[in-house]
């Protein structure tokens, strides 16, 4: 069973900036996901061994997702966050594995 660890997370105003990273052991394809109260896993990022990249609707153009491929992490860099952006943040294969990682918090609140 693989574990992720993801990290970066934290409390950040409206339009603030926050990177996260994760370890992912080589796996790929391999997406950022998040989870907000309530609400099933979504996800907002993918990027395959290639490095193509998927990106939701909603964070298009203010979110970048990037691997290191010598390193086995990945990382989501965030900007312009906004308060609908607070959730819990994963890592995971894409499609994800049943099995998550206890997640980074990412709250967006002034």
């Known amino acids: 069973q693989v574990h992720f660890a993801e990290s970066g997370g934290g409390l950040v105003q409206p339009v603030g900036s926050l990177r996260l990273s994760c370890t992912i052991f080589?796996?790929?394809?391999v997406g950022w996901y998040r989870q907000a109260p309530g609400k099933q896993h979504e996800l907002v990022a993918s990027?395959?061994?290639?490095?193509?990249?998927n990106y939701a609707d909603s964070v298009k153009g203010r979110f970048t997702i990037s691997r290191d491929n010598a390193k086995n992490t990945l990382n989501l860099q965030m900007n312009s966050l906004k308060p609908e952006d607070t959730a819990v943040y994963y890592c995971n294969r894409d499609p994800p594995w049943p099995s998550w990682g206890q997640g980074t918090q990412v709250t967006v609140s002034s």
């Open positions: 990027i395959t061994d290639g490095g193509s990249t």
């Open positions: 080589s796996i790929k394809p």
